[in-house]
């Protein structure tokens, strides 16, 4: 399997634009969540999905950002419109039910001029 | 709630001698408790976990973890640290279900050759 694949690696845009992080991950698992990295906050919980329904939500920093999963294999996190303080790195992570281990993507490094 | 501490940010270590990378947790029920490294510009690795049984768990690159359920601990050890260990290690903690893992803030381990 070739693991949690997320896209793109970089992303460079400047304030007020929209950006589209997106997330393949691995085939089976039933579990999907986003996570944002920053120096100053640490790994923080964005938001996780179930067989593709969002459960808890409570992570998402403000209406700017929303993630949804349309089917199994492909989930986005949107943030709209993005501002500088966005800047971080975004991780996507899945799981099976039954096991307890999160599988994480390489990351997409954002920065929001 | 349940909560992980890493009472260290930084640990250094000389290259060859044995490390120890420090982690509590606070959680009702029994706790499924994992360590994972951050390697620079990658995503977060799984190294192991406990679930129940031994309390000396071994995981992946010779690190080893040791439950320790009347204090609470869950401390990460190698017996022999090398320069590739050098990477930022996160400890982890789940009450039982598929929840959310709750991650500490993460040790910067520096082993220095």
């Known amino acids: 399997d070739a693991g949690v694949i997320q896209s793109p690696r970089h992303e460079v845009t400047e304030m007020g634009q929209e950006v589209t992080l997106r997330c393949k991950p691995i085939?089976?698992?039933?579990?999907l969540f986003w996570y944002r990295q920053t120096m100053m906050r640490g790994l923080e919980l964005l938001i996780y999905?179930?067989?593709?329904?969002?459960?808890?939500d409570s992570g998402m920093p403000e209406d700017r950002f929303s993630a949804k999963m349309p089917n199994a294999s492909f989930s986005t996190l949107k943030i709209q419109p993005s501002e500088p303080r966005d800047s971080a790195v975004y991780f996507c992570?899945?799981?099976?039910?039954?096991?307890?281990?999160?599988?994480f993507g390489p990351g997409t490094r954002l920065t929001v001029l | 709630a349940q909560s992980v501490a890493q009472p260290e940010d930084q640990v250094n270590v000389a290259e060859g001698n044995p490390l120890t990378v420090k982690c509590t947790y606070s959680?009702?029920?029994?706790?499924?408790l994992f360590w994972y490294v951050q390697y620079p510009n990658r995503g977060l690795q799984f190294l192991l976990k406990?679930?129940?049984?031994?309390?000396l768990v071994k995981g992946s690159y010779g690190f080893e973890a040791e439950f320790n359920k009347s204090q609470t601990s869950f401390h990460l050890k190698k017996p022999s640290a090398l320069v590739s260990d050098s990477a930022l290690y996160f400890c982890?903690?789940?009450?039982?279900?598929?929840?959310?893992?709750?991650f500490g803030k993460g040790t910067r381990l520096s082993v220095i050759a």
């Open positions: 959680v009702s029920g029994n706790p499924y």
């Open positions: 085939s089976g698992h039933d579990y």
């Open positions: 999905f179930n067989n593709n329904v969002p459960i808890d």
């Open positions: 992570a899945s799981s099976l039910l039954g096991t307890d281990t999160q599988y």
């Open positions: 982890a903690v789940r009450p039982s279900g598929n929840t959310p893992l709750v």
């Open positions: 406990y679930i129940t049984g031994d309390n």
